[in-house]
């Protein structure tokens, strides 16, 4: 079974630019995460889809940070202007539904550097 | 609120001796508890899980923990370490459809 994927694998760019990652989750998976992992630090939630629903986005940092999961499927993370304490690694992350329902497969993360 | 904690930041110790990697939770509401491993230039990948019934709960490379809801912890053990145990573990709740990581715990074995 594929894994999540996740692109670009890499991004830098400047503060006050604007940025987007990509994700598509392992099939069938109803829920999708993503997290914001800075350096030294565990994965922090910024928005949990159920299919194309937000389940939370209490974290998400609305006035910069958007988040979309058309047709309950792929997911884009964008922000938007960058800033210096963006910089970080993005984790997506999905899970299944039944008794695996809160066992999260991740991706291989998506490295931002705003410089 | 809920929280994780992760006592310590990082843990060295020798190889083939026993390691415990402390995590203690808060939570008004029931939870699930996970540990995830992440080794090297690799991805988060689940370890083992709690979600109910028997409170000690282990994985297929040795490691065990056990849900103790008296002190609100999730303690990982292992009895004998590996070098290729090296790597960074987090202790994760999810509780009311909400999931928060601890900061994570860096094992670190040395021959």
């Known amino acids: 079974e594929a894994g999540v994927a996740q692109s670009p694998r890499y991004k830098i760019i400047e503060k006050r630019q604007s940025v987007a990652f990509w994700c598509n989750p392992i099939s069938g998976h109803a829920t999708l995460y993503w997290y914001q992992q800075i350096l030294g630090q565990g994965p922090k939630l910024l928005i949990q889809f159920q299919n194309n629903g937000v389940v939370d986005d209490s974290q998400l940092p609305k006035d910069r940070f958007s988040a979309e999961r058309l047709k309950g499927v792929d997911s884009t993370l964008k922000i938007q202007p960058a800033k210096l304490e963006d910089s970080a690694v993005y984790l997506c992350?999905?899970?299944?539904?039944?008794?695996?329902?809160?066992?999260?497969?991740f991706g291989p993360g998506t490295r931002l550097t705003v410089t | 609120a809920q929280s994780v904690t992760q006592l310590d930041s990082q843990v060295p110790v020798f190889e083939e001796a026993p390691v415990e990697l402390r995590c203690n939770y808060s939570?008004?509401?029931?939870?699930?508890l996970f540990w995830y491993v992440q080794y090297p230039n690799q991805g988060l990948q689940l370890l083992l899980k709690?979600?109910?019934?028997?409170?000690l709960v282990k994985s297929i490379n040795g490691f065990e923990a056990e849900f103790n809801k008296s002190q609100t912890s999730f303690h990982l053990r292992k009895p004998s370490v590996h070098i290729s145990d090296t790597a960074e573990y987090f202790c994760a709740l999810t509780g009311g459809f909400k999931t928060i990581f601890g900061a994570g715990t860096r094992l670190f074995v040395k021959a």
């Open positions: 709690y979600l109910s019934g028997s409170t």
């Open positions: 992350a999905s899970s299944f539904t039944g008794e695996s329902l809160w066992e999260q497969y």
């Open positions: 939570s008004s509401v029931s939870v699930y």
